[in-house]
């Protein structure tokens, strides 16, 4: 009697069991077809899930995501970076506001919180710079890093108000920074910023009088114009003007305002204050790696330094007599506002003659393809370029593609930050491209030497480079048939020796005995206006089609009284000095 009661139960817990499993599997297909996003087949958790498994760290952030409407797609698949602040930092947050709870916080104010913490991009540490950030929030605004001493420990700062606690926490849909607080959004325009500060009255003056204030005062996100949504404003304080004999902008004024209407763009004022602002953001990381910026003064830039830790501006050698630079304040810099970010200088500059800077074109780096953030610099990907996807880039065979492409770690081959440009380059052939031209970044007017710098395959074609339609002397070959003079010419030879050739190896990181890195000299070019040059590579002669594809890493131009061969690149993008 006891084994058929067991039985019994037995049998009823089996049927139990078994309808249990039949409805979640029809309650699975039915929710799928309604299922809103893709579901993760990755055992490794995702980004909503991490929070919810740690509640001892999360439980307030997660209630702010959840808030926002955004932990839906935070549970799917996608490549994201998360910046997640712990409970005892939301906690110190809800008191700086004067909110008892999550729950004081409205839905838009919980969705601006999670978008300046998430980027569309997967960042780790090491891709942390002294800076901001490779890639944008969601909210429209960079996030800087960099290095603090908070109680004799180096702690690694994210937007100068949070300290990171656990880095490269990975999952399944991107990756999770832990945070110790709440990051907030700046406020404040680059111009109600410079004008909220008392150490900024001359300067302030100088904006509203030149009109550069309006300027300066539109938020990213509210500009109507797409080339001008970030400046940079390199601004002087008034010990800066005073210790350059400007005692108020009334001196000030009276020196530099040559037409008597500050507003007036052929006026000195007015060039002044457009020669401090820049078209873009940047931040101290960025001016140091940038050989020149563009400014609002026309045809004019400002070209950086680093001297130790000091960031120069426009500091340069002409005529064998140096020109020490303008350094900048670093502790009032790198200050993000709603439409760039505000640095400040130490002593007084103002527009002058440029010398030639050298200009290290790297071809692959263009701003469409740096918004592929799952491709750009992604070692071991690459993507198919259609015409007209690339602003800087065009090619006569518009039915035609390039590809960009950028090499695994283990690759073999020395491409500056691993990637390059690929396409077809053959003459008389309707259905390969036969010319190709790029838009140089900013290049200040003086006599360069050309050097175009690509790997040997299978590529093709002699072929003419030419600037701005004026062709350049040498004929430059890209070929390797018959192992012709695309190479280089020989692997024993030094550095000075090839140069006289019009050879150099260009990449540190390739082997001396390497002959397929190549840096080929195209000739000399007077550039007569300091601006965005056009250069185009045109197939002239044929030979074969088994000679089409070129692989293009750079095109460089040096000024024709520098070193040729000196700095070459390693791979990360680092720079090597003549020893």
Not at 10 to 37: D, H, P, R, V
Not at 371 to 396: C, E, H, M, P
């Amino acid at each position: 009697m006891q084994k058929m009661i067991m039985k019994g139960i037995f049998n009823k817990y089996k049927l139990t069991w078994y309808m249990a499993i039949c409805i979640t599997i029809i309650a699975f297909l039915g929710s799928c077809k309604k299922q809103e996003y893709p579901i993760l087949t990755s055992s490794t958790l995702n980004i909503t899930q991490y929070l919810e498994a740690n509640p001892t760290q999360f439980t307030l952030f997660d209630q702010i995501l959840e808030k926002s409407g955004y932990s839906g797609f935070l549970g799917a698949y996608g490549a994201y970076t998360l910046f997640a602040p712990t409970d005892d930092g939301v906690k110190t947050y809800l008191k700086a506001i004067g909110k008892s709870s999550v729950a004081d916080i409205d839905a838009n104010a919980c969705k601006d919180i999670v978008k300046l913490h998430l980027i569309q991009d997967t960042i780790s540490t090491t891709q942390f710079t002294d800076g901001k950030l490779q890639s944008i929030t969601m909210y429209g605004q960079y996030l800087i890093t960099g290095v603090a001493n908070v109680n004799g420990t180096s702690k690694t700062t994210i937007n100068r108000q949070a300290n990171l606690v656990t880095g490269n926490v990975r999952l399944g849909n991107g990756i999770v920074h832990v945070i110790d607080n709440v990051l907030t959004p700046a406020k404040l325009t680059i111009a109600q910023m410079v004008e909220q500060s008392s150490k900024y009255t001359i300067f302030t003056q100088a904006l509203k009088a030149t009109g550069f204030y309006d300027t300066l005062n539109v938020p990213a996100n509210s500009s109507t114009n797409a080339n001008r949504k970030f400046f940079t404003l390199f601004a002087e304080t008034d010990s800066t003007f005073n210790a350059a004999g400007f005692s108020n902008f009334a001196a000030l004024q009276k020196r530099y305002s040559t037409k008597g209407n500050p507003k007036d763009p052929t006026d000195s004022l007015y060039l002044f204050v457009a020669y401090h602002t820049v078209p873009d953001i940047k931040y101290l990381a960025d001016v140091i790696t940038s050989p020149s910026l563009a400014t609002l003064a026309p045809q004019e830039v400002i070209t950086s330094s680093l001297s130790g830790t000091t960031v120069l501006l426009n500091e340069t050698t002409f005529n064998g007599k140096l020109e020490p630079g303008v350094p900048v304040n670093r502790a009032y810099s790198d200050n993000s506002t709603t439409n760039g970010v505000l640095h400040a200088v130490n002593t007084n500059f103002t527009i002058k003659v440029r010398a030639p800077t050298a200009l290290y074109f790297d071809v692959a780096d263009q701003p469409e393809l740096r918004k592929i953030t799952t491709v750009f610099r992604k070692n071991g990907t690459s993507t198919i370029i259609n015409y007209g996807q690339l602003a800087g880039v065009t090619w006569d065979r518009t039915a035609s593609t390039i590809t960009y492409t950028c090499d695994p770690t283990t690759s073999s081959n020395y491409h500056i930050y691993y990637d390059h440009l690929d396409f077809g380059l053959r003459f008389g052939n309707a259905s390969v491209i036969n010319w190709i031209e790029f838009t140089t970044p900013l290049l200040v007017k003086g006599q360069y030497k050309v050097w175009i710098c690509y790997r040997v395959g299978v590529h093709g074609q002699y072929t003419q480079v030419s600037v701005d339609g004026n062709p350049l002397s040498r004929i430059v070959n890209l070929s390797n048939v018959a192992n012709s003079n695309g190479y280089l010419p020989d692997v024993t030879a030094t550095d000075d020796v090839l140069a006289a050739q019009g050879f150099k190896r260009y990449s540190a990181s390739a082997p001396l005995t390497l002959n397929t890195q190549v840096g080929q000299l195209a000739g000399t070019v007077n550039i007569t206006s300091t601006d965005r040059h056009k250069i185009r590579l045109t197939a002239i002669k044929d030979q074969g089609s088994n000679s089409t594809g070129v692989t293009l890493d750079m095109i460089q131009f040096i000024p024709i009284n520098q070193d040729q061969v000196y700095p070459k690149f390693y791979r990360d993008g680092t720079l090597m000095q003549r020893p």
